[in-house]
């Protein structure tokens, strides 16, 4: 290489090097966003429709144990005890296993 090669590279070097030292250059990540963590940037947020979907199922809850309603023949009581009760799980899923292989022998007929 020639020595008048070598001083130019080392031009373009040293100037790609200034432009990477701008002190008024603003990267992707020092820009400030208006986005909450872990939210949309809109209006819309899922966490926002799970609490009002929670909402309304815990006040149709109060409703029917207020009025004695029962809900497809389940009352507030029956609910209470279902979530209140202890599962095996370890029973359960070899339940299901036992389901599943027995659908699977039908199913190979």
């Excluded at 208006?34 to 819309?44: L, V």
């Excluded at 149709?60 to 799980?89: M, N, P």
Aim: hydrophobic residues 35%; glycine residues 4%.
């Amino acid at each position: 290489m020639r020595m008048k090669d070598v001083e130019a590279r080392k031009a373009y070097i040293q100037n790609v090097r200034k432009s990477f030292d701008s002190p008024k250059r603003q990267y992707e990540f020092e820009k400030e966003t208006d986005a909450k963590g872990g939210e949309a940037s809109d209006s819309f947020s899922f966490f926002k429709v799970r609490m009002l979907v929670a909402g309304f199922i815990f006040a149709a809850y109060v409703l029917c144990d207020k009025t004695g309603t029962e809900f497809y023949h389940l009352s507030t009581k029956d609910v209470s005890e279902k979530i209140a009760q202890s599962y095996d799980y370890g029973k359960i899923e070899e339940d299901a296993l036992e389901v599943f292989h027995s659908l699977e022998k039908n199913w190979k007929r």
